[in-house]
């Protein structure tokens, strides 16, 4: 099959190249090659490659700064994706989708099943979940699939940040009171290509495909609980490295404001997952583990 993935350079994008090579040919775009921020052009694009499996890594995800730019944020995660489940209805091919754990306002005191009322917090958050309605309303076939702090080992992220802050300072100040699972962004593009399998299986079957799953990984922590196990991998895996951390306060979210609100609870439950897709995400300790692993020395 022909699948197209958009975001080609983003963390999940990047993993997804690979994870996707054994299913077929794959054609990845970056913002030059497909620009979001102008859906109708975007659309036309991907809709040139007729492709079979389209899957959508690129998104608006400055959380802050969505908040002063809610127009391009809404353009980028709903009217794009909009645009882009219309083409993969027209063209019959499927649709894969990457959404947040910030749908949900965080105050439920388990983890979120997918069939949760939504209440998104931010216009981030309210901006992907209108890319979800959105996908819904086109009719088209498609897997919607809710994540929830990614990371990987090169890009802009929470791990990366870290990793220079324990070589630049002594002590730093992490937030302790948000409780969510760490995703590795090669996890989710390795799920993503087993979940195509079986939507395939059931599209050759004459089955449509319309399922919104969790996709996290398993365990739960902290910002505070995540920094700490960075520092203790790292100290581990480059002894010889100049850190110069030596203690990590665990801090309330009001003691770090932010112009987004975020959620207190951001659990993902994966049950859905595993019993449909058979699908069990490894633990966040684990993955943390390979990829820094992964990584080359700081």
Known sequence: MRLLVTGATGQVGWELARSLMPLGEVVALDRAACDLSDPQAAAAVVAGYAPDVIVNAAAYTAVDK????PEL?????????????????EIGALLVHYSTDYVFDGSKNTPYTESDATAPLNVYGASKLAGEQAIVASGCDHLILRTTW?????????????????????????????????TWARNIADATGDLICGAQRALDAGDPV??????????????HGFAEEIR??????????????????????RDYPTPAARPRNSRLDGTLLAE???????????????????????
Do not use: K
């Open 66 to 69: 969505a908040e002063s730019e």
């Open 73 to 89: 944020a809404h353009r980028i995660n709903a009217e794009a994706v909009g645009a882009l489940a219309d083409t993969a209805r």
């Open 150 to 182: 990614v990371y990987a080992a090169r890009g802009h992220n929470f791990v990366a940040t870290m990793l220079r802050l324990f070589a630049e300072r002594e002590q730093l100040r992490v937030v302790g009171d948000q409780h969510g699972a760490p």
């Open 210 to 223: 319309r399922r919104i799953y969790n996709l996290s990984a398993a365990g739960e922590t902290t910002w």
């Open 232 to 253: 203790h991998i790292a100290a581990h895996r480059w002894p010889d490295h100049p850190w110069t951390v030596r203690q990590i306060d665990a801090i309330e979210t």
């Open 276 to 298: 449909e897709a058979r699908i069990v995400m490894p633990h966040w300790r684990e993955a943390l583990l390979r990829c820094l692993e992964d990584r080359p020395a700081p």
